[in-house]
């Protein structure tokens, strides 16, 4: 018994050492009420939209702000947008279209409640269509929601829309909420399909659970088609070109992939990135990484060099979206490795690095003044090098200084000009690579 608990705190220990890629924003808020019974505080939905996170769950409360069910994060400083919305129950499902947020509240009775805020105002709007279902025994749910032209397309399991029959799958005017019917080629082909889990990009309705895309300039089935086996797709992300899929299928198009594939927006096909997780619980596309929840663990892989670069201890997650090369997590959880975080979290890979900084851990330097508004400071050993290349990014991932400087002991950079929030600093000397962290307020 002693033996195990040992081996268990060297791999702990292992795992804490290994985490030097990554950064919790710690000025990014968290869930802080104390909501446990008879359903526990957690987030359940999330959108990206600009420079701000809008989250939806079971919650009252979001760092210091009393925010019931439904809150806008700005990721950049961690401010809370006002909101003047008063919902029924926590929120299940949400989408944003042309700066409106339109969401699914649900209060566990026979009736589900949509609604629609002005991010811009904080205010509601009229747009209050119901669904419902017939069933005592089952109330209605909706599991997936996404827009497109005007159109709110609406997944789950309910039997009535605004009072008329519509099962499973609905699309609504994003004006008046009533049940759009110029999609009807689309919803007859989706009579019998599982529509669980919904995306749209360039004009593509994409349904990984059954392997499915529709066009939706004429609603017909495209040629997309990944066939993972012998288990379905259950989680997936997306970039500018490429779905990455996560699940417990072992095969993708006939060719090995163990729980993760990267697939071909057009045809479905793998590529040949095969990192073999196994099974995998949650999948999320970067800017430059991938976040991948499997077993108890978040790991995270460099899409530029196709390796993992990241590991954590987490578990309980229920959704995540990016910012650049930032992942804002939400789910039940109280703690992201060492870090007290409740249901809420934002990560951030910090540094662009190569194949050898990935094997070697980066030597840390301490920046002053830290927070700043004007300028820092650092300081490095004397060493054999005489210029020093220095590189500052953004949560985005976005390089904000690169510039090359004569070695002087002290280094004094400007950052008058930078936006506020976090940034990261690298800095290359001869075979040496050096990494630090400053925010600017």
């Known amino acids: 018994m002693y033996k195990n608990v040992i081996l268990l705190f060297i791999i702990i220990f292992f795992i804490k050492e290994k985490t ?13 009420d104390s909501i446990s019974v008879p359903y526990p505080s957690n987030v359940r939905c999330m959108e990206i939209y600009g420079d701000m996170v809008c989250i939806g769950g079971q919650f009252k409360k979001v760092g210091n702000s009393n925010r019931k069910y439904l809150a806008c994060i700005k990721i950049t400083d961690g401010q809370i947008a006002p909101l003047n919305s008063i919902l029924r129950g926590q929120v299940i499902a949400m989408t944003i279209h042309q700066g409106y947020l339109f969401y699914t509240t649900s209060d566990q009775t026979t009736v589900i409640s ?31 929601m996404v827009s497109y032209n005007n159109h709110i397309f609406i997944s789950g399991s309910f039997d009535h829309v605004n009072g008329n029959a519509a099962s499973q799958f609905v699309i609504l005017d994003a004006s008046t909420g009533l049940e759009d019917g110029y999609y009807n080629v689309l919803k007859a082909n989706l009579k019998s399909t599982n529509c669980d889990k919904m995306f749209i990009k360039d004009s593509i309705l994409y349904l990984p659970l059954c392997s499915l895309s529709f066009n939706l300039s004429n609603g017909q089935k495209t040629n997309w088609s990944p066939n993972p086996s012998p288990n379905p797709i259950e989680y997936f992300s997306f970039d500018n070109n490429s779905m990455y899929m996560g699940g417990g299928f072992t095969s993708v198009g006939n060719k090995l992939r163990n729980g993760f594939a990267q697939v071909d927006l057009n045809n479905g096909n793998p590529s040949s990135w095969n990192p073999d997780c196994g099974p995998v619980k949650f999948i999320l596309a970067a800017r430059s990484c991938v976040y991948v929840q499997r077993s108890n663990f978040l790991e995270t892989y460099d899409k530029t060099i196709n390796t993992k670069i990241d590991t954590w201890l987490l578990q309980g997650i229920n959704v995540m979206a990016s910012y650049g090369d930032t992942a804002i997590i939400g789910g039940q959880f109280s703690k992201l490795g060492w870090v007290n975080r ?36 650092f300081s490095l050993n004397e060493t054999n090098n005489k210029t020093l ?12 200084f690169n510039n090359t400087l004569n070695y002087q002991k002290e280094i004094e950079i400007p950052v008058t000009d930078l936006n506020n929030g976090l940034y990261f600093i690298k800095v290359q000397s001869g075979n040496n690579t050096y990494a630090g962290k400053f925010v600017k307020e």
């Open 389 to 400: 290349n220095i590189i500052i990014t953004n949560i985005l991932g976005e390089t904000v």
């Open 342 to 377: 409740k249901c809420l979290v934002a990560v951030c890979k910090g540094l662009s690095l190569g194949v050898n900084e990935v094997n070697n851990a980066l030597q840390k330097i301490s920046v002053f003044p830290n927070p700043t508004n004007n300028k820092i400071s």
């Open 20 to 32: 030097n890629c990554q950064t919790v924003i710690d000025y990014f808020p968290q869930i802080t």
């Open 114 to 144: 949509l609604g629609c805020i002005d991010i811009a105002t904080g205010n509601n709007t009229s747009w209050q269509p119901s669904i419902t279902s017939n069933d005592l025994m089952n109330p209605p749910f909706v599991s997936s």
